[in-house]
């Protein structure tokens, strides 16, 4: 097991370069060997073969790489010469050769040779550590690309009217196609009020029921101080599954494993991992991936929840502020409620988008609103109203309209206000629109209103049998109401519908 940090390093850097002494052989017709500082042989037997002289170069590396400079020897039958190589400011090791040359003319050729020699096997290492530097580059870049790629396609995807189980989806489908392996997972478990997830993408190597015990038993491994809400600080890379008795006796086919722990900002700690490659053990690019995605994903999960928790402090306060709307006239308590939840229905009914389903139900609530502004009186009257009073109740749309004109974001919940006893035909108010003009969100509010109206006990009436609701929306469909709305309305379940006023929370009647 090994909580892998290592960095990326081109095998070329740390050893001979390969063919170096047989090409430096063929340009000066010099044998060159190798030796490590302390004089253990490095050279394959491609540079010779020649034991003893080996057996006596490699007395020479240790004083060579200890001076750090090139050492020559001449003696009567010989020129021999060892140079330290170098590398970014150390030496890694001491390359020698021996030139027989037993006259004077001889030994100056050797010279000659040898420095040829040395010139040669320079330019070959430093033409492997340019290699290498490359290929650390492009690796590092290659690196970066994915990263870079795997965050954006994940930013297009990470909205927060999205579920987890979605989102969890997405980043193990494009884990697992960029990072190779058979299977990618996420793992959160369940808290109060709240399910576990458990997402799979690709072939994992354990059964789906095990998820749970493979992230518990890796967390576990991490220790306890997990990284902090966002922030996956630690990742685990095992490619040795089978040497770990938890893991070997969850699946004999799980061979190598890397994860990085998820978390919610809420206390649950779970995880994101990828399973078996093919091939290729997980490392760090592997780990730095996932290490990314994890953090995407956390820091998502968390505004999530805070985005939930400010949207049901907001519907919390509409409530509250419809309450106060519908507790002036007692026979119309939870009214605004009922017509919401009426809203909402007919909104997905007609296939309308989340966030278009929400504003609809927010219309409904809202849609009185203006009746703040409508007395008392009037509004508790029994009886028939007086022309006068009736066009002081009139008003109310106008008055909701101007209450949330000043918030740009209610825009198309202000139309649906303002309109929302529009008709059809053009005979509603206050502007007399007609068919089209007719915003959408005031139509649906206007028939989910008109129903509540008709299934409510009123003071001149008691509520109607929902047959003859139904009789009546029917008759007027095309003039007070849209046609095609009203037909889809009258496919709902209306008593399924009726049963969600008393099962939901409505409004607080005062
Ligand atoms: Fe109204």
Redesign the pocket.
């Given at each position: 097991m090994d909580i892998s940090q290592a960095t990326l390093q081109a095998p070329e850097t740390l050893g001979v370069p390969h063919g170096l002494a047989r090409r430096v052989f063929e340009q000066t017709g010099v044998a060159v060997f190798f030796f490590g500082t302390d004089g253990v042989s490095m050279t394959s037997d491609e540079a010779g073969g020649d034991r003893a002289l080996q057996e006596s170069l490699a007395a020479l590396a240790p004083d060579a790489a200890a001076q750090g400079a090139d050492v020559v020897i001449v003696d009567p039958s010989s020129v021999t010469a060892a140079w330290p190589i170098r590398q970014r400011r150390r030496t890694i090791m001491v390359a020698a050769a021996r030139v027989e040359a037993r006259s004077e003319e001889g030994r100056s050729m050797a010279r000659r040779l040898l420095a040829a020699a040395a010139e040669a096997v320079r330019a070959g290492f430093d033409n492997a550590a340019a290699k290498a530097e490359n290929h650390a580059a492009a690796e590092s870049l290659l690196q970066s690309y994915e990263e870079v790629s795997l965050l954006h396609h994940l930013g297009e995807v990470l909205r927060v009217n999205r579920p987890v189980s979605a989102i969890l989806e997405q980043v193990c489908g494009e884990l697992l196609q960029t990072v190779g392996a058979d299977a990618a997972a996420a793992y959160l478990p369940g808290a109060e009020g709240v399910a576990s997830e458990s997402i799979i993408a690709g072939r994992l190597p354990f059964r789906a029921e095990d998820l749970p015990q493979v992230v518990a038993h890796l967390l576990d491994l991490m220790g306890t101080d997990g990284p902090s809400a966002g922030i996956s600080g630690s990742v685990i890379v095992n490619n040795h599954c089978q040497d770990d008795p938890v893991l070997s006796g969850v699946s004999i086919a799980l061979d190598r494993i890397v994860m990085v722990p998820l978390t919610d900002g809420q206390g649950r700690r779970g995880a994101l991992l990828a399973a078996n490659r093919e091939d290729l053990e997980f490392g760090s690019p592997d780990a730095k991936l996932i290490r990314s995605a994890a953090s995407a994903t956390s820091i998502f999960i968390e505004n999530q929840r805070l985005f939930r928790e400010l949207q049901e402090l907001m519907l919390d306060l509409v409530r509250s502020l419809v309450s106060s709307v519908d507790a002036k006239d007692p026979y119309t308590c939870g009214h605004s409620e009922r017509v919401a939840i009426t809203c909402r229905c007919l909104a997905e009914a007609i296939g309308l988008s989340p966030d278009e389903v929400q504003t609809v139900y927010m219309a409904g609530l809202l849609?009185?609103i203006g009746k703040i502004g409508t007395p008392e009186q009037i509004l508790r009257k029994e009886g028939r109203l007086e022309p006068e009073e009736r066009l002081v109740i009139q008003r109310?749309?106008v008055i909701g309209g101007r209450i949330l004109a000043g918030i740009g974001k209610l825009d198309s919940i202000r139309d649906a206000v303002l309109y929302?006893?529009e008709r059809i035909d053009g005979n509603g108010y206050p502007s007399g629109l007609k068919g089209d003009q007719v915003p959408l969100l005031a139509r649906i509010v206007g028939l989910a209103?008109a129903f509540d109206a008709m299934t409510s006990n009123r003071p001149y009436r008691p509520m109607l049998p929902l047959d003859e609701v139904r009789r009546e929306i029917e008759r007027n469909s095309g003039t007070q109401f849209d046609e095609n709305l009203a037909k889809v309305f009258l496919n709902l379940d209306l008593h399924q519908l009726m049963r969600q006023f008393v099962e939901r929370p409505t409004t607080v009647c005062i």
């Open positions: 849609h009185d109310h749309p929302h006893h209103d």
